[in-house]
Structure formats: structure tokens, C-alpha cells
């Protein structure tokens, strides 16, 4: 009980979701304390049952079938409950004390009556409650081995027709549909418990092939199909395990699963998940399959995908570079994926070629994988071969004027103690492109941000004059040349504040604000200080109606 605190329960949600579980006390009903659970309901944008466990191996944890619980995160239908519990922190030892015992109770109650009493109960109940009924008979012909019945309920279960209206699943059906389709995985399990593991691949397989069916007409928002589909694929290998199926069989079944041959989507099964089912024989099967299979369809996604799965596994990277060398994508990321694979298999002279390649045979550098460019330009820097990693940086740099690029530049060409002259090429281009910006040819002032980024005011100022520039590139001019030259930075100032006057919002209040202390610095500097409060009363006066605006001024003495 000592873990169930407010600090545990922030600490456990994080402050969003803390701080959003508040505004849901008054959501929080039907509240029962167990023995070492307590469970309610929270009226959300649905109806969501909760449940915090107090006393787990891990301390305080908690489950909620909302879409983010079901994810594994600790939700503020949670932290609702959490709060509502501590508000009863010191009854909650004595509802504890009286579950254990009511639980003790019934156990007792229960272990005391005969055979024929329970059997009697258990009519009882299954003639109040339909789904047990169905859950039981289920039960019973999967214990029995009717697979006649077990796969008609099956297909029952997975039907999504009771729920759907104009042929679709809504969300608020989804629920009740997931809780129904659940019923099938368990018939499943059964069956293989019962020693009827061969019957139970049968049906596995069925009912994965009519879940993705379903699927395609139920808004599954939530995601609990696809929950369902990985219980299914979990039966499906504890079946293989039990039955021993043919090995070669079961190879060719999991190959065509994979390449989504068997319109079974929804499942998601790892073929490698079946390597001690398959044996020696089964995966050479397997391997033999998926090669067959690549070689048909070179390019296609879970053909590359499997071969590359069993390659890796096989720790075979000349077979993985064959696959991703089959379909090289245009801007180099194939290759810096080869480039990479080769050093994992401590082949950097290979992995070097490769990177280079990409270089080579990308067709616009402009959009060449930017990652692969570092990654040669590192190569060549451990090698201590600076000028080929100023050539990289100046030719992408020249096809892809960025600051970014430029920076990169700048950073090859001081390593190899030339950056005077290749910044004023690279100015060069930037200036080209200013001025088809002032001409409307071109759209993109990096020069600003490269002269900015050099810290070369004087020289930024004279290019955003020119050609022009962007508000923010006048604002980063400004608070760079201000104690130089307050004159022309109060006239930025006072430019980008007057269309703020007139919008509302604490995000505007606060540019706002920001900018009056620089006009007021700016005004300082230039000894009219006189000039400053007349602006500000002036703007006082016609803002007056706006509270916040007026309260962040007061808090700054503005």
C-alpha cells in the first residue's frame, strides 16, 4: 500500500499525463478495492476500465484498456484513479482487509460444496450469463475434440456480422467485437492443451486469415486486433511446437505468410521464431523458399525483407549486400546501408568503395542522402584525407545551398586551412542566389545565414539591405548589431512589433514583449529614454483591454 503516492504516480505517468488525470476525478466511478488491486471505471471519450496494482514485483503499476494504456503507458485514466484512492488513504486498509477475507470466504464456501452443488451453481449461472455458456461449450468440444464444432464457434467468434452497421465495425462496437474474437484464441490454446495440437494449426490459420478479413471492416482505432493477431501468432507456434508438423510444410506455410501470399496480414509471425520446430531440414526449406522467392521478385519489400532477416541471422553479409545491391535507391541511402554492413563485418575498405559509389552514381546531388555524405566525409577524415572531404562538402554544397551545407564547408575547410578562399566562392553562389531572390527567381536567402553564422554583421546587413530578407534574419541582424548600432536595430524593432499590437494570444503578448525590451535597450543606447515611454504609454493606452498583454508588461517594468 506505501507504493500507491502521489510522487510515484507522477512519477509513473510523466507530467502530461499527470497533470491531464486531474481534470477525470470527477470521472472515476464504481471504485473497488481487492486485495492489493483497485479497479473503477473512467468515463472518458468512452467507458475504460482501470486497475492499479499496488503491491507488483515492480511496486505501483496499473493497466487500462484506453487506446495509450493499451499501449503499455500509464494514462491519466490512471492517475484518476490513483488520486481517488489516496483521497481514501485511510479506509483503504480496512476495504483491503474485508476483500482478502470476502475472497477467503468464497474460496471456502466453494471447497465445501459437493460435486453435484457446484455442477448445480454452474447451470445456474451459465443460465444467467449466455457468453459463459458459449465459453464453456466452447470449452467442451475443443476438450473433446470436435473440431466440426470448435471450427464453426471459431467462425462464429471472428464474424463480425452482429456488430456492424452498413457492413462496418463503428468504434463504439469495435470493443465488444476485440472481447468476442478474444473467445477464439482461447479455443485454440485449448485445443492444443487437450493433445490436439495438429487440429489446432488447422483452425490457427483459418481464424488468422478470417481476423484479417474482419479486420478490414472494423475501425480498430485501439488496436486490439492487432493484439488479438499476436495472441493468434503465439498459438500458432505453441501448436507447432506440440504437433512437430512437417518440417518442409511448415517452411513453404511461414515463407508464404511472410511474402503475404496467405491474406493473413493482420498476423504478424517471424519465420526464424520456428527454427528449433524446423530443425536442419525445415530451414534449409525456409532458405531455399525465400531465395526462390527473391529471385522471382528482386525489389519487392518482404521478399528483400525475409532474405535480409535469414542472411542477418545466418550472419551471411555478402547475401544481405546482394539483396540491398538489387534495388539501390537513387540518392545513396542503399549504399550507406551496404557501407554500413560491411563495417559491421570489419570490411572498411569495402564499406569505403561503397560509400563512394553512392557519391558517384547519385544522380542530383542536391538530394543525396545527407547521411551518406557525413558518413564519407568522416571516413576521409580518419584517414586524414582532407581534401577529398572538402571536395564532398564543396560539390554538395554547390548543389544544395543550405546553411547547414555551409557550415559543413566551413568545417572541411578549416581542417585543411583553407577556408578564406573557399568562403568567398561559396559566397559567391549564395550571392547568385540572393540576387534571383530579389528578382523573384529564387527563393532561399541562405547569405544572410551564412554571414550571420560567421559572425560578419556588417556584411549581413549590407546583403538583407540588398536583396532582402526574412523577418527572423532581421531580427537575429538586429540583436547582433544593436550595441553597434542602435539606430538602424530600433528601426527593425519597431517594424516588427507594430503588426503584434494588433493580434491577441500569449505566444504574440510574449514576441511583444521581447521586442519592447529591446526598443527600450535600443533607446537606452541612444540617450532617448524620453522617446521610450511615450511609445509605451502610447501603447498602453491602446491595449489597455488586453489583461495578459498588460500583465507580462507590468512583470517586466515595461
Known sequence: MESLTEANLRALAGARSFERGLGYLDAVSG????????????????????????????????TCDCPYGLEGNFCKHLVALGLTALAQRASLPRQRKAARKRTQDLDGWLSALSKDELLTLLRQQMDE?????????????????????????????????PF???????????????????????????????????????????????????????DDSDGRLGQIGADLADAHLDACRAARPDPGELARWLVGHALGDLDDGLTDIDPLDYEDVLGAEGMAVLRESAVEAWRRNRTGWAEKYLMERLAKAGGDVDTVIAVQAADLAP?????????????????????????????????????????????????????????DALTVRRDHFGARRSLLAYQQLRSAAQ????????????????????????????????????????????????????????????????????????????GVYLRLAEPLANQTGNPVYEQLVDLLLSIRDCHRRLGTPEEFTAYVTALRTAQKRKRNLMRRMDDHAL
Do not use: F
Not at 349 to 370: N, S
Open 31 to 62: 471504485v473497488e478495492v481487492g486485495d492489493g488491486r483497485i479497479t473503477a471505471t473512467v468515463h472518458g471519450t468512452e467507458r475504460y476500465e482501470a486497475e492499479l496494482t499496488l503491491d507488483g514485483p515492480g511496486g505501483l503499476a496499473g
Open 129 to 161: 450469463d449466455r457468453q459463459l455458456r458459449r465459453r464453456l461449450e466452447l470449452r467442451a468440444a475443443s476438450a473433446r475434440g470436435d473440431l466440426a464444432t470448435v471450427r464453426a464457434r471459431i467462425r462464429d467468434l471472428l464474424d463480425i456480422g
Open 164 to 218: 456492424t452497421q452498413y457492413g462496418y465495425v463503428e468504434y463504439a462496437d469495435a470493443r465488444a467485437y476485440a472481447d468476442q474474437a478474444k473467445q477464439a484464441v482461447s479455443a485454440i490454446g485449448a485445443l492444443t492443451g487437450s493433445g490436439r495440437a495438429a487440429e489446432a494449426i488447422t483452425l490457427v490459420r483459418e481464424a488468422m486469415r478470417l481476423l484479417a478479413e474482419a479486420a478490414e471492416s472494423v
Open 331 to 387: 540518392n545513396g541511402h542503399t549504399h550507406l546501408l551496404i557501407a554500413r554492413e560491411l563495417d559491421t563485418a570489419r570490411r572498411p575498405d569495402e564499406a569505403l568503395r561503397w560509400a563512394e559509389r553512392g557519391i558517384r552514381e547519385t544522380r542530383d546531388l542536391a538530394a543525396v542522402d545527407t547521411a551518406l555524405v557525413d558518413y564519407l566525409c568522416g571516413r576521409y577524415a580518419q584517414a586524414d584525407r582532407l581534401s
Open 415 to 490: 581542417a585543411a586551412h583553407c577556408w578564406p578562399a573557399e568562403r568567398e566562392r561559396a559566397l559567391t553562389l549564395l550571392r547568385a542566389d540572393a540576387e534571383q531572390r530579389k528578382a523573384g527567381r529564387y527563393d532561399g536567402p541562405v547569405l544572410v545565414d551564412a554571414l550571420l553564422d560567421d559572425k560578419d554583421v556588417d556584411a549581413a546587413w549590407r546583403a538583407a539591405a540588398r536583396t532582402g530578407a526574412q523577418d527572423r534574419q532581421w531580427l537575429a541582424l538586429a540583436d547582433q548589431a544593436r550595441a553597434d548600432r542602435p539606430a538602424d536595430a530600433l
